[in-house]
């Protein structure tokens, strides 16, 4: 059985994540989505508010379930027994600082932790939580790039409707 996470901070989770982890969820026996808890960063969603709306959008993906960790991925991995975590490349502009953090994890885990690269569909090429929460701040349609139930959670942190 082959165990693989899927990390990342998911504020808010987007059509691109979404995509990745069905892909995924296809290649590997489970899927853990795990969320990073970051008391040093100040986010949108709460992780508690992250878990709770990855596990909505994955209701219906029986080998994919949703957690949260904080500390160093590697020990986490370590924890629950994964050995291959996998990430989304949407352009070349990511692979750089990918690799580096691939790299990083191989070199901390011994070797243990291997990443594998979901090469992002180009219909959300251009998507990001970043841009999500870009558009929102000034009151766009954020309709495309996350799903309705997401959307309305989004447009509630701030405080607005789109018509
Ligand atoms: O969605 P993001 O913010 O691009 O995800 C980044 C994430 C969570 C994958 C990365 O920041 C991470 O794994 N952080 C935990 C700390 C860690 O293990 N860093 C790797 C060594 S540099």
Do not use: W
């Not at 990342?8 to 892909?23: A, E, M, N, Q």
């Not at 629950?80 to 990083?104: K, M, N, P």
């Not at 070797?111 to 090469?119: H, I, R």
């Amino acid at each position: 059985m082959i165990r693989a996470i899927y990390p990342g901070s998911f504020d808010p989770v987007t059509y691109g994540h979404l995509d990745v982890i069905k892909r995924a969820a296809k290649m590997f026996d489970e899927i853990t989505v795990c969320v990073l808890d970051n008391k040093a960063k100040t986010p949108l969603f709460s992780a508690d508010e992250r878990v709770k709306m990855l596990q909505d959008v994955t209701s219906d993906m029986p080998n994919v379930r949703v957690d949260s960790f904080s500390g160093l991925l590697i020990d986490y991995a370590a924890r629950t027994g994964a050995h291959v975590s996998i990430r989304g490349l949407r352009a070349v502009t990511d692979f750089e600082y990918e690799l580096q953090i691939a790299q990083t994890n191989k070199q901390l885990s011994h070797g243990s932790l291997d990443t594998v690269f979901l090469a992002t569909s180009h219909e959300y090429s251009y998507l990001s939580s970043s841009a999500v929460k870009e558009i929102a701040t000034f009151g766009g349609d954020i309709s495309e790039c996350v799903p309705d139930h997401i959307r309305k959670l989004v447009e509630e942190k701030y405080a607005y409707e789109h018509q």
